[in-house]
């Protein structure tokens, strides 16, 4: 008779041990609301668990997921604070979860984050498929969920390391990460509290290029390149600076039982994002030596007009952010099969963004472009802003019931309230400390809610021990409301506020695995997701020679998935898994009109894609310590049908490489003694436009790259540590839009102090 020994830590369960049969195996909670082995889940799913996240180089969040199969994180090229995560090739279709709190808002983005120390996840549970029968709008490509740690006695942990780029200005310069931490439980374990603190800080790197523009034929200039070469539109000038940033996150949970039967859960989150962009190089001349911008002349030899390359592009600049996040939740046990759980949870955004005039962007009533321009130096003067305040507030009730030891029921009711406010200033000093205090004068703003009611159920269904299935659906009412905007540089300035609309949206799922043999799992799923149009999509403002209006009633994409796969383990500690998945976009919002007077651009509803591919992923213990992962990811996102561009329709989607993959070889990681890691990660090219135009290496193209990590590091019998990691170490160049980080090297000391 198999034995089965659960272990529940903080959420839920780590993993579940079967003898004889099978090797450990991971529980997952976040598939199906409640633990469950992963054999036995829905969908393909990873488990990244605190060994793994031990053995990797993780800077920042989206480092632990970016080497999984499926999973793509755009602009990757060093820190990102708004990474944008794609899960089967769909842009804007994955959640992401903080112990089960969703953090994006809607906008879709969840930049929170970046802030979060790796050090504080236990384990992250990667659920790959539709999901938006459990949680809603957005779960088209999948939910990633990141679970924290809490403590099982008196613990104490901190750690501070040093980095730096191994050729000069090709990486970080001076990166400095620190990390403390202390838990302890209490009144016989019945209280448990965890409080921590972390910060990164870096000079920064070299990523953005500047370029020459505003040249025209009858117009020149009495700048050259610093080899004398006659300036000319496109040339590459210098780099607009290095892109310094500080970003700190304190955290504090706790968890108390009430009795054996009540538990209540807190959380609170604080964190902040501080950057600026110093030190730009300039390859420009004149009679007087470096100069950082130049006047374009006429014919007739005058001045006619002025551009400063190296601000204003809108891919560098100043930003001060904060991010808040607070939970509370109550757990009751009615008897050991089932509980319900009340969860209230708030996300909460304020970002303050500028950059400084170049001579065309700081237009408007009262505005002379030129003269802003010439007002702005690298150092400070005129700039505009692009600030978004943003706030998401849910209710989440779930109810779990175990009818037999067969069958279960998950039920539960969700609301949500979400706001977005978007806002574009104009700044008397864009390099200021706090530069949002020298705002003076609002030249743009787009404002929009919206609330989601959702009733959900899941039934989990084991047949024998071959066969188990799982079925769901959720029904979503979604509204969007206080919908206003205006843009006074447009040719219609007046504030404009509109109705908004609703829908309903029925997500329904199923689900099955069969189990043949003891180490053979085959998985099947088929399910109908959505994810709601955010404000860029629904708001536009037409200017001159670009005439364009706004379409608050957008609807839903919705998208049809399905997926099957096959898992292969083995009694000696390996898996193999292949999985095929293909989704249906239907309702896509797509860009109508020619941008006439007549005939504006309009965003509507009516487009089509698909997204198809394979996932292929196999770990293997090989001797000891000593083990393997692997995997790879070929994905086709195709346009199907664009009713204004059938001339695109075949196209490959943008942003998105047919082909991922990597490696990693490990060695311990799990006790004292000496481990560390070789990692590989690769991928092909990606077109940047429907378009589908030839990448080329250059800024704002995302071209191939293999790129090698090393990591290696002695863990003491105190369980202190020391680490080295090189970076890159061929020193791969690549752009992910941005110029990609070469070699570099992190050195980190670090323990627990209890």
Known sequence: MKKRFICFLSMGCTLLALDNSKELEAIVETSNRIPTLISEAPGNISAITQKQ???????????????????????????????????????????????????????????????????????????RGSFSSLYGAGGVGGVINFITKMPTRLEGQASIGYGNEIITNGAEKNLVRGYVSLG??????????????????????????????????????DVTLNNGSTLQNGMMVGWVGRTAYLTQDARIKAEYDWNEANTTSISFNISTITENQHDPISYLKDSNGTVFGYDIKGSSGSSNSYYNPFIGSGWAGFRQEYNFLGSLSHKYYFNDETFLNITLASVNLINYWDDGCNGTNCSGPNKNVITEGKNSYIFGGRGSSSDNFASSNYLDITYSSQINKNHSIVSGFQARIMSSINE?????????????????????????????????????AKWNSYLSTNLGLRIDYWKNFNMSTFDITSTDPSLKTFDGSN???????????????AYTTFKGSIGLAFRAPNTRQMFAHAHAGDNQISNPTLAPEYGLQYDIGVEQRNPYGGIIKIYYYQTEMYNAIYKSGSGSIDDPYVNRNGGRSRFNGIELEAEQKIYKDLSISLNYTYTNAILLKDPQNPQYNGNQMASIPKHMGGFSL?????????????????????????????????????????????????????????????????????????RGLGASFFIEFGGRFF
């Open 503 to 517: 829908e309903f949206f029925p997500s329904p799922k199923f689900a099955i695995n069969y189990n043949p043999w």
């Open 666 to 738: 490990n060695y311990g990681g799990d006790k004292e003694g000496f481990y560390g890691s070789l990692q590989m990660k690769a991928q092909s090219s990606a077109f940047t436009s429907i378009a589908n135009i030839t990448p080329k290496f250059d800024f704002g193209n995302i071209t191939e790259r293999v790129i090698f990590n090393l990591k290696t590091g002695y863990e003491f019998k105190n369980k202190n540590y020391i680490t080295l990691s090189f970076l890159n170490f061929t020193n791969e160049k690549y752009y992910d839009y941005y």
């Open 184 to 221: 302890n439980v209490f009144l016989d374990h019945r209280l448990r509290v965890r409080a921590s603190y972390a910060f990164n800080t870096s000079d920064g790197a070299y990523r953005v290029p500047a370029v020459a523009k505003g040249l025209s034929t009858g117009t020149n200039t």
């Open 53 to 127: 996240i031990k053995l990797q180089n993780a800077k920042q969040m989206s480092d632990i997921i970016g080497k999984a199969s499926g999973v793509r994180i755009d602009k990757e090229a060093g820190y990102n604070g708004r990474p944008q995560v794609f899960m089967r090739g769909i842009p804007y279709g994955t959640i992401i979860m903080l112990d089960g709190v969703i953090l994006n808002d809607l906008e879709g983005e969840f930049r929170i984050l970046q802030s979060i120390s790796p050090y504080d996840i236990d384990r992250v549970e990667i659920v």
């Open 424 to 460: 574009r200033n104009y700044s008397s000093n864009y390099a200021a400390k706090q530069f949002w205090k020298n705002y003076d004068g609002t030249w743009s703003k787009d404002t929009s809610a919206a609330y989601t009611l959702a009733l959900f159920a899941s039934w989990q």
